[in-house]
């Protein structure tokens, strides 16, 4: 079975802490990818990876970075974070390619900024 | 402008009938794909169902089937025989373009499934 793991399933934070988000995936996909979940917003892509070392800004990226120096891990860093930045957090990850290969997501992680 | 539109932000069933989620999609490549998650209360994402942009048959996975209309860029998620355990968020996701990798998630719908 394909696996992604985030590292932290609920976390609370201060405001202005640096924050990181770990997710490790084992079916050495390249795609891998972080999104935010808001009530009545849905997932919104804060930044993407297709490959080590290679990202992209999603619809969100401002407040965020990320990085990709292996590529089962994609962490996401809240540089200073703030308390808008409270929201659940999910990870992603799918082989390159063709169009129906689907998405895995990890379970989430939950973030409280105070 | 949204890339996916679900217009439904909360559905109610009664368990044994079937229902109807809407996604409309917006894009003006040929090539593309649409996808529908379910996402019960715990969080994780549990993958549905997959149509085509090239697909001529709609899609099916034993319970759900993809409606899909592509003239009207519509991809309604049909679940058949609610179960009880079907209460969940349901979100439609569109993969666009062969130049792109990403998805682009809709808001989602909130489906309750009554006894």
């Known amino acids: 079975d394909v696996k992604v793991t985030q590292s932290s399933r609920y976390l609370v934070k201060r405001t202005g802490e640096k924050v990181f988000l770990e997710c490790v995936q084992d079916m050495d996909h390249e795609n891998m990818f972080w999104y935010r979940q808001d009530p009545g917003l849905g997932l919104r892509l804060i930044y993407f990876s297709y490959d080590v070392k290679m990202k992209e800004k999603g619809d969100i990226p401002e407040g965020y970075s990320v990085s990709r120096e292996k590529k089962e891990r994609f962490s996401l860093i809240l540089e200073s974070a703030s308390t808008n930045q409270t929201s659940m957090y999910l990870c992603?990850?799918?082989?390159?390619?063709?169009?129906?290969?689907?998405?895995?997501f990890g379970e989430g992680s939950w973030l409280t900024v105070v | 402008a949204q890339k996916i539109t679900q217009t439904q932000p909360g559905m109610f069933v009664q368990e044994k009938e079937a229902v109807t989620l809407d996604c409309t999609y917006d894009?003006?490549?040929?090539?593309?794909?649409l996808f529908w998650y379910k996402q019960p209360s715990s969080g994780e994402m549990i993958f549905l169902i997959y149509q085509g942009s090239y697909d001529q048959q709609n899609a099916t996975e034993g319970r759900y089937s993809l409606n899909f209309q592509k003239a009207r860029k519509s991809a309604n998620l049909v679940i058949s025989a609610s179960q009880l355990g079907d209460s969940a968020m349901y979100f439609c996701a569109m993969r666009e373009g062969r130049q792109s990798e990403k998805l682009v998630f809709g808001k989602g719908t909130k489906l309750t499934v009554n006894p």
């Open positions: 894009t003006s490549d040929p090539s593309y794909g």
């Open positions: 992603a990850s799918k082989k390159a390619g063709g169009f129906g290969n689907t998405i895995y």
